[in-house]
T-cell receptor, first 115, second 119 residues
Framework: AQKITQTQPGMFVQEKEAVTLDCTYD???????LFWYKQPSSGEMIFLIY??????QNATEGRYSLNFQKARKSANLVISASQLGDSAMYFC????????????FGGGTRLMVKP | DAGVIQSPRHEVTEMGQEVTLRCKPI?????LFWYRQTMMRGLELLIY????????DSGMPEDRFSAKMPNASFSTLKIQPSEPRDSAVYFC?????????????????FGAGSRLTVL
């Protein structure tokens, strides 16, 4: 079974609008962390935001926020006020305490920001 | 900090040749990971080290692949002999933290990747 599922292969968003990228996960480990990475066309992997399973509040980092719904096992990324430079692949990933330090990635969502 | 440094950035080789990819993790990080990215399979973990010791190599495709970490500041991923299906981008990443997930210190920092093409 897939540990991390990103159901949107590609998405368009108008510049300056907000967009939500979906991520659901599967784990029985009570202690885990969820990560979002951005991969622009240049290829590097850029860390965006982190949410721990015990964190009470949703994580925020500038224009990025994570809509963490633990009971539904979802960790959607919200990007506010989209910019052209946000066009990239976005990967959701999970790290489980009982799986050591391994980070398991979803298949990614390609976001395209329209001017 | 220079970040995670990988070399070479690009490698083109012929089938059957040996390929060695190199990685220098961030100083002070004690976990190191090798990932492979392809269009078909996405990002796959090949192997990871903790304090220079291989912890999980279940993702290594076959015996043609081997990885070493002789010290805290250097790791290699070797493919011998290489095959066209090994063509991919190989990422090295490092992180602080050896256990627990309650801290953002467990964030993996990735290198720029090594793009391998096997003809």
């Amino acid at each position: 079974a897939q540990k991390i599922t990103q159901t949107q292969p590609g998405m368009f968003v108008q510049e300056k609008e907000a967009v939500t990228l979906d991520c659901t996960y599967d784990t029985s480990d009570p202690s885990y962390g969820l990560f979002w990475y951005k991969q622009p066309s240049s290829g590097e992997m850029i860390f965006l935001i982190y949410q721990g399973s015990y964190d009470q509040q949703n994580a925020t980092e500038g224009r990025y926020s994570l809509n963490f719904q633990k009971a539904r096992k979802s960790a959607n990324l919200v990007i506010s006020a989209s910019q052209l430079g946000d066009s990239a692949m976005y990967f959701c990933a999970m790290r489980e305490r009982n799986a050591g330090n391994m980070l398991t990635f979803g298949g990614g969502t390609r976001l395209m920001v329209k001017p | 900090d220079a970040g995670v440094i990988q070399s070479p950035r690009h490698e083109v080789t012929e089938m059957g040749q040996e390929v060695t990819l190199r990685c220098k993790p961030i100083s002070g990080h004690n976990s190191l990971f090798w990932y492979r990215q392809t269009m078909m399979r996405g990002l796959e973990l090949l192997i990871y080290f903790n304090n220079n010791v291989p912890i999980d190599d279940s993702g290594m495709p076959e015996d043609r692949f081997s990885a070493k970490m002789p010290n805290a500041s250097f790791s290699t991923l070797k493919i011998q002999p290489s095959e066209p299906r090994d063509s991919a981008v190989y990422f090295c990443a490092s992180s602080l933290g050896t256990s627990g997930t309650s801290s953002g210190a467990n964030v993996l920092t990735f290198g720029a990747g090594s793009r391998l093409t096997v003809l």
